[in-house]
């Protein structure tokens, strides 16, 4: 279960690194754009993902995951007035995720947490908010990548060049080790 947590660990850096990558290719008018009528801009799934992280892991293991404190429909009206407010709230949200995570041990995993009075063991907490953070942030490089269009450096495997990523891959010993230790 050890093993678990530190996948996790690693998954949950692995999303911020998306998101982190793809804000240093836009400006902050970019990141505030709206790309149709009732969308949401990177800025407002930006402060959506941070409510519901300082939500979720604060005080995970005793209380309620939906803190009363917590107004989410706010996290979808942009009131960032400078690039460096929402990526201090991004960092702020990520850093209360981490605490909580680090913290937890291997014997933590299967006790019940609560997430608007339903239970989840601590297993189905993390696979939810993974998930949930997964898809806001691919929300986030999709509207980078249509943004920035043909300017937009790729945060994979660019297109047309999987056969020299996958020689250079099988040119390596077989060894055990989490995907995202690769450069």
Not at 25 to 44: G, P, T, V, Y
Not at 73 to 89: C, G, H, P, V
Request: aromatic share 12%.
């Amino acid at each position: 279960m050890e093993s678990y947590l530190s996948s996790s660990i690693k998954q949950f850096q692995y999303y911020k690194s998306l998101g982190d990558r793809t804000f240093h290719q836009l400006s902050f008018e970019a990141l505030q754009k709206e790309i149709s009528k009732d969308s949401n801009s990177i800025a407002i799934i930006v402060k959506h993902l941070s409510g519901n992280m300082l939500s979720r892991w604060t005080n995970f293991l005793t209380e309620d995951g939906e803190k009363e404190w917590r107004q989410r429909d706010l996290e979808f009206e942009d009131s960032y007035t400078t690039r460096e407010a929402l990526i201090a709230q991004w960092e702020k949200g990520w850093q209360c995720l981490f605490a909580a995570l680090t913290s937890l041990r291997s014997e933590d995993l299967e006790n019940i947490v609560f997430i608007r009075n339903q239970g989840h063991t601590v297993t189905e907490a993390i696979n939810r908010q993974l998930a949930h953070y997964a898809y806001h942030v691919g929300q986030i490089v999709f509207l980078g990548k249509v943004l920035k269009g043909k300017d937009w450096s790729s945060l994979s495997i660019p297109k047309g060049h999987s056969k020299r990523y996958n020689e250079k891959k099988f040119n390596k010993e077989k060894e055990r080790r989490h995907f995202t230790d690769d450069p």
